[in-house]
């Protein structure tokens, strides 16, 4: 069955930190390019980085851009999206997606086939 899973959200204070994980089954996530979604209450799904499948270049939305890095443990099939000095606009849930028809980083959404269920991130004091 393929599925992606994520975990690691949670409540946590401003400046503080998390790592979301996205642990596939079911597929090899090394072949597939991966990107991270978030979408808070009222507010579009926005994107917020993403790790190609070929040479592993990366991208992230200016919004979290030396905060936040994505990263692979291909061993554990998994992708990593390690959140630093967290503020309060990064609540939200965070969905990870994964697609093999494109080998570079995309960020359009429709492009991506499979998808996780989200996992809450809140920061709050």
């Known amino acids: 069955q393929v599925q992606l899973v994520e975990s690691g959200g949670g409540l946590v204070q401003p400046g503080g930190s998390l790592r979301l994980s996205c642990e596939a089954s079911?597929?090899?996530?090394?072949?597939?390019?991966v990107g991270w979604f978030r979408q808070a209450p009222g507010k579009e799904r926005e994107a917020v980085s993403c790790i190609s499948s070929s040479d592993g270049s990366t991208y992230y939305a200016d919004s979290v851009k030396g905060r936040f890095a994505i990263s692979r443990h291909n061993a554990k099939n998994t992708v990593y999206l390690q959140m630093n000095n967290l503020k309060p606009e990064d609540t939200a849930i965070y969905y990870c997606?994964?697609?093999?028809?494109?080998?570079?980083?995309?960020?359009?959404?429709?492009?991506?086939?499979?998808w996780g269920q989200g996992t809450q991130v809140t920061v709050s004091s």
């Open positions: 997606a994964a697609t093999a028809r494109f080998k570079a980083v995309t960020m359009r959404a429709p492009l991506y086939d499979y």
């Open positions: 079911g597929f090899t996530l090394d072949d597939y390019t």
